[in-house]
């Protein structure tokens, strides 16, 4: 049952309303009670006559189908303003606008409606604001930028260098004379990018050697500009493919001529990219990034002689994540690197001109996030990071803020209480707004300086209580221990509203195990994705098992080659474990759905764990990693092409499927190639195996709409609830 002041919901239908939240409507629907009277009625009309006994099944059991449909359509109807509850929440997470180094503006809601406050926090004032004073320009921070443009004017602004037919070309700003500087570029092996060093006197350049692009059709079944269908084409390089070579080049202006550099040793390369000038004019630099990602170097040049010598590298025997590769070259001609060498991420200090390692700048086990800011004048650097208050029992994902001293280590938490920290810093680092909340306690939003942490301004604490009154339930963090006994695994239990424990409720875990991240909600927030699951009468469950980001890198490594283990059997311990403690977690009926790696992933749970699962919905998934993008599958699969390819196939490993399958894509899905789902299909065919499959004409990766959320729900209610 759910209450929403004196207008009720019974979730499981006896009378059903629909009651549009905050607009006061209210229609009835009908009774499915009575619905199911009339079917009986019916049916008892035939059995009196015997010879119609044949022809009321034949005919009733279609027609009890169709109802049945029709009834969770309107079951389902009922839900369409739950995310309103949002609403209910009064004062919750704010997003400041600063519109100067001390002052910002933001915008909340309470029982009146949507309201703005300007906050000046060296006085300490917080004043409301009228609506249209709102609309004052932010102060914006500058990204830096490289000259990356094929047309460069230089420092002292007496040349400008730009590339014409795949050659860099030199031009006298005061006569406009040209000079080709290059004569080695053609259209496959094209200069692209031009760089000018500090005195004028020196020219970087990086140089593509192409490869044929690999193109996935797609096909537009249903387009709105004409009958026929269109066929389309997008560029999509995937595991194994060849792929361009980048080399690094060098000219010196005076001569006119071209500096050789080695680069064969950078020629098995995913990727390299230009670093930057020294402020002095002797060196460059640019990052490797190796072709299997087990190699990514800082390498300089010696703009006099052209020879290379690395700086700064990261190795792994399995991956290195290059997303989370962090570079910042100090003015003293060293620079700061990320790396997890010590099995955690964390900063070190490293030599530009001979690559030694100085000192780790932080250490210990938990994890550097985002480096934010750093202040070389006061030597310190502020930055975000988890799992230093695990050892207090507190969820080590949660993001706490630190100022790190460069010289002396010490370290200063900013934001100590437990809970995850959104953090959002003046222009100029003096101030942080930290909203800080868990899954379980919603905000409190406090101004603080980032010189100590210390709290200068209240702003305000997030008022649940009208969502309460409407029979909400909080969610429950819930940890163990994983697979090795020793690691603890952490997730979210969702109840529904005005949860009983005395009934017993199906279980659906809500998947997203792609090792870029860690996917677990950790904010307070009223209305999830699946809360109208919830309210159909489930208990959905989320879980970073192993094999995803932000914790240890052995954690980490459990998804190299091996992404078909998901965290599963952590996932399931954690599962039988919370069934374990509340009895009402029926996991003898245990669903699953994702999108994307997640539905990769629900696939997977029912083709290597159908003895768990019984239930899974998979949408738009990457089935085979040798199908999907290149950047992400070589990243964790590795390369070359290896046989732990097929091993994590759904395609390959079609025929263990067990239980009830229903998967969905989208015909112009460009992120996932479509047919990597079709193929699926084919080799679910061929095993002779039962499913079910939507495929939907014009939708791309993005399958949340509301009808693909109620076909996805309605599978579950048809097989899960009772």
Known sequence: ???????????????????????????????????????????????????????????????????????????????????????????????????????????????????????????????????????????????????????????????????KDANVWLKEAASGNESKLSYDGTVNDAYLYLYWSPDSKKLAAIKKHDSPMRRIPLIESSPSSQLQPILQWRDYYKPGDLIPVFRPALFDIASKSKTPIDTKPFEFQYNLRFGRWSPDAQ???????????????????????GKTWTIAEEKSDTFVYYNRIYVHYTNDNKVIWTSERDNWRHLYLIDQKTGKVERPLTKGEWVVRDILHVNEEERTIVLSGNGKHQGQGEDPYNIHYFRVHIDTGEIIDLTPENGNHRGAFSPDFKYLVDVCSRPDTPQTSVVRTTSDGKVVMSLQKADITPLLKTGYTMPEVFHTKGRDGVTDIWGTIYRPSNFNPRKSYPVVEYIYAGPHDSFVTKDFVAYMRFSKLLELGFIVVTIDGMGTANRSKAFHDVAWRNLKDSGFPDRIIWIKEAAKKYKYMDISRMGIYGYSAGGQSTLAALLFHGDF??????????????????????????????????????????????????????????????????????????????????????????????????????????????
């Open 1 to 163: 049952m759910l209450s929403f002041g004196n207008q009720t919901l019974n979730i499981f239908g006896v009378v059903y309303q629909k009651i549009d939240f905050f607009k006061g409507k209210k229609k009835f629907l009908y009774s499915t009670t009575e619905k199911c009277t009339n079917n009986h009625r019916l049916t008892t009309k035939f059995m009196k006559h015997k010879s119609f006994i044949f022809l009321a099944l034949f005919f009733l059991a279609p027609i009890t189908g169709i109802f049945a449909q029709n009834d969770f359509k309107v079951e389902f109807a009922k839900y369409d303003s739950l995310q309103n509850i949002n609403r209910l929440v009064y004062h919750g997470a704010i997003t400041p606008h600063w519109v100067s180094p001390s002052a910002f503006w933001y915008e909340t809601r309470d029982a009146q409606g949507v309201k703005y406050y300007h906050v000046d926090v060296v006085s300490g004032a917080k004043t409301e604001w009228p609506k249209d004073s709102a609309k004052v320009p932010e102060v914006r921070r500058m990204a830096r930028r490289g000259e990356t443009r094929d047309t460069v004017p230089s420092p002292d602004e007496m040349w400008v260098a730009f590339i």
């Open 613 to 722: 699962y019984k239930v899974g919905v998979a949408l738009c998934g990457c089935h085979d990693n040798r199908m999907d993008k290149i950047w992400w599958n070589e990243q964790w699969m590795g390369y070359p092409i290896g046989p732990w390819y097929s091993e994590n196939s759904n395609v390959d490993n079609a025929h263990l499927l067990q239980g009830k399958l229903l998967l969905i894509n989208g015909e112009l899905d460009d992120n996932v190639d479509p047919t990597s789902t079709l193929q699926v299909v084919n080799a679910l065919v061929k095993a002779d195996k039962d499913f079910e499959q939507l495929y939907l004409p014009g939708y791309g990766h993005s399958l949340g709409d509301n009808y693909v959320t109620r076909k996805v729900f309605e599978f579950f209610v048809r097989h899960l609830r009772k």
């Open 283 to 305: 060196s460059f630099t640019f990052e490797f990034n190796q072709r299997g990602h087990q190699l990514y170097q800082l390498v300089g040049v010696d703009a006099q002689t």
